[in-house]
């Protein structure tokens, strides 16, 4: 008869195994999983119910006969492991395949001429394309631009955060001087403590507001706007903020970039 401590035993560990193996899931589309560390093998029939949903799905296209496919495929595996290791990444991207010479009207809709091919698909609701990738096949390559992709995708959402008429005065108050930066400064201000200003163009001025007072007690207000950048970049790569914090940060992020690239209008004039 086993004793009570087996009994107490052997059901925690049952229990940590299931919470195990649940972590290894990550749902991509409503009904559809797949499995944390390997490599999603996809079809014509299954491609649509993974892709273009919750998490981003890079794809290597490939044919069986081909030789450089062989030889990359062990990397392929390696880099979807990598991405479990990788905070910022874990359920956030997954690695996946299509043989071609089986699926050739799903090669040919994503311009598959060659092989392997690699596509990045972004989540649902972006506004980006997918992308082909066409750089080094090291898996740090691979890691390297799932990566920038992903950062992307946050820099994306935290594009809600910006105000045109708040992007000229951040560009000019970073090209100017003392008098300039100070006018800029005061007319920020004035759209953040407007009371008939949306209650949103006033939080985003306070954040806009918040990195000229900053900017302007460096010694180098240059320098420093594009080491926040960089510091903000590695935060959201971190994988190790809040839901909340993430937001926060990526609207900050996305707003530095008012400061540090000519706002554009429709058409690409510049103002």
Known sequence: MPTTFSRIYW??????????AEDLLVATKKGSTATLGQVLKLDADSFADHVAGDVSIFVKFYAPWCGHCKRIA???????QK????????????????????????AKEYGVTGY???????????????????????????VRFAGSRTTALFLDRGKASRVFAL????????????????????????????DSAPGSMRASAEMYLKLME???????????????KERLDRLIRSGQLTDEKL?????????????????????????
């Open 11 to 20: 059901l925690l560990l049952g229990i940590s195994l299931t919470c195990k």
């Open 247 to 271: 937001s926060e940060v990526t609207a900050r992020r996305s707003i530095l970039d008012g400061f540090l690239h000519e706002t554009l209008l429709p058409g690409g004039v510049p103002l």
């Open 83 to 106: 991405l479990v290791e990788e905070p910022s990444l874990k359920h956030k991207v997954l690695a996946a395949e299509v043989n071609a010479d089986e699926n050739t009207a799903l």
């Open 116 to 142: 392997p091919t690699f596509v990045f698909f972004p989540p649902k609701g972006s506004s980006q394309r997918p992308m082909h990738y066409g750089g080094p096949q090291k898996v740090e390559d691979f």
């Open 167 to 194: 992007d000229v005065l951040a560009w000019r108050f970073a090209q100017g001087g003392g008098d300039a930066r100070e006018d800029m400064m005061r007319r920020v201000r004035e759209v953040r403590d407007r």
């Open 214 to 228: 900053k900017s302007i007690k460096a010694e180098d207000p240059g320098k420093f706007l594009e080491e926040e």
């Open 74 to 80: 062990p990397v392929w595996m390696e880099f979807a």
